[in-house]
């Protein structure tokens, strides 16, 4: 069936960039997306990227595809504090793209 | 501004005594959607309404069930709830179009003692 994995934990510090890792394993994804979720809130959904692309860039946020390897990454720049968050990677496909798949989440904790 | 809003933020249940969550949206979205998110989990999908149609997850218990009177709202109704549905309940919504990007609401943490 689908699956989507991140890693449990990162830890950076201020003004580093922080490289967020995700794999899925359905070859039919048409859009992966990241969500961000603070302590006790909903998602906030950051970006989104279609399957036919292979990066977008949206201010601090760079999103790389490697359809390939079914490997999706996040990459924030000049991390800030205010980036600690768990950061869910999710896929929906052209099937049932009502239906997000979400990986189980990498907390980000920024170090001053 | 155009959202999506989760009522209680905190509930508190009795085992076994029936609870409603509701959830209204003023962005005008057909699909209304329903999240189960217990702690450090992802959010598991219990259903949805495209429209006025109910889709349910197959492994949703049938404890679960849902309402959806008009467009802006929609209820979850927990029957008989058990201990181990004390979760962050998640609402969203999406348009039936383009990306079907998904707007959350902030949750509703249910308590069950």
């Known amino acids: 069936g689908e699956d989507v994995e991140q890693s449990l934990f990162l830890s950076v510090r201020e003004g580093d960039s922080s490289v967020i890792n995700c794999t899925y394993t359905?070859?039919?994804?048409?859009?992966l997306y990241w969500y961000k979720q603070e302590p006790g809130a909903g998602l906030q959904l950051l970006t989104y990227?279609?399957?036919?692309?292979d990066m977008k860039q949206d201010q601090r946020l760079t999103v790389l595809l490697n359809k390939k390897d079914k490997h999706l990454s996040l990459r924030i720049a000049d991390t800030q504090t205010g980036d600690s968050a768990i950061y869910f990677c999710a896929e929906s496909n052209g099937d049932s793209s009502y239906k997000l798949i979400f990986g189980s989440g990498t907390r980000l904790l920024v170090r001053p | 501004d155009a959202m999506v809003i989760q009522n209680p933020r905190y509930q508190v249940t009795q085992f076994g005594k029936p609870v409603t969550l509701s959830c209204s949206q003023t962005l005008n979205h057909n699909v209304m959607y329903w999240y189960q998110q217990k702690s450090s989990q992802a959010p598991k999908l219990l259903f949805h309404?495209?429209?006025?149609?109910?889709?349910n997850e197959a492994d949703t218990p049938d404890n679960f069930q849902s309402r959806r009177p008009n467009t802006s709202f929609c209820f979850l109704d927990i029957r008989s709830p058990g201990l181990g549905d004390a979760a962050m309940y998640l609402c969203?919504?999406?348009?039936?179009?383009?990306?079907?990007?998904?707007?959350f609401g902030p949750g509703t943490r249910l308590t069950v003692t």
């Open positions: 990227i279609f399957s036919n692309m």
């Open positions: 309404y495209y429209d006025k149609d109910f889709n």
């Open positions: 969203a919504t999406s348009r039936a179009a383009g990306n079907y990007e998904q707007y």
């Open positions: 359905d070859s039919s994804s048409t859009y």
